[in-house]
């Protein structure tokens, strides 16, 4: 298995400004997922986060927006730039345990932008 | 990536076989059946896997017909603490499983 970790666990933040998620794995994996999860509603895709080259985006999210660094195998940050009310939701990690078929998530960061 | 089709809820009761049903008619060769249980404030995590006819572990069975067009979730006696979402997913397997689309998940409530 695979254990994941996120800071901050929720935050609330002013519209305009910038939020930093961290995800913290504690093993070395080739890929990281960010997902987006909003009230009520199921997990999107944003983005993959590829260590040594830059991050893959989904339709519908571009790289100003949601800003993805991946400095070594076990790390990576999401940014999520220029906050409105319609970024509130819950932001997801997550990685390939060793087995490959399964993926495991993080707790998640509770974004409300007020 | 193909859809998956699932009801948006069910209900059940301690003790209990549950049984949730999911359409996948576009599923590809490359794909396997997957599901995920998410419980609030959590992260999903991964239930189970397959690719045809009945997969079976520790937490439930999977079931799979030879057109690989559906799947049946099968929770033997459930108890309050399986009260959760569960999402069906085909998980290409090209990708090492790893690029999850997810579809709108069931929402089980189990009741004493």
């Known amino acids: 298995s695979a254990v994941i970790s996120q800071k901050p666990s929720r935050d609330i933040c002013q519209r305009g400004t910038s939020l930093t998620i961290q995800c913290q794995v504690d093993?070395?994996?080739?890929?990281m997922f960010w997902y987006r999860q909003q009230p009520g509603q199921s997990l999107t895709l944003i983005a993959t986060a590829n260590q040594g080259s830059e991050a893959t985006y989904e339709s519908g999210f571009v790289i100003d927006k949601f800003p993805i660094s991946r400095p070594n195998l076990t790390f990576s940050t999401l940014t999520v730039s220029n906050m409105s009310p319609e970024d509130s939701s819950i932001y997801l990690c997550s990685a390939p345990g060793r087995e490959n078929n399964e993926q495991f998530f993080g707790p998640g960061t509770r974004l409300t932008v007020l | 990536l193909a859809k998956t089709t699932q009801p948006i809820s069910m209900d059940s009761y301690e003790g209990q076989e549950v049984n949730i049903t999911c359409s996948h008619n576009n599923i590809a060769t490359n794909d396997y059946i997957t599901w995920y249980q998410q419980f609030p404030s959590q992260g999903p995590r991964f239930i189970i896997q397959?690719?045809?006819t009945k997969v079976t572990n520790e937490v439930a069975s999977l079931f799979i017909p030879a057109d690989r067009k559906s799947s049946t979730l099968s929770l033997p006696r459930v108890s309050l603490s399986d009260t959760a979402v569960y999402y069906c997913l085909v998980a290409d397997m090209n990708t090492g499983f790893q690029k999850l689309v997810f579809g709108t998940g069931t929402r089980l409530l189990v009741s004493p």
């Open positions: 093993s070395q994996v080739t890929m």
């Open positions: 397959g690719y045809k």
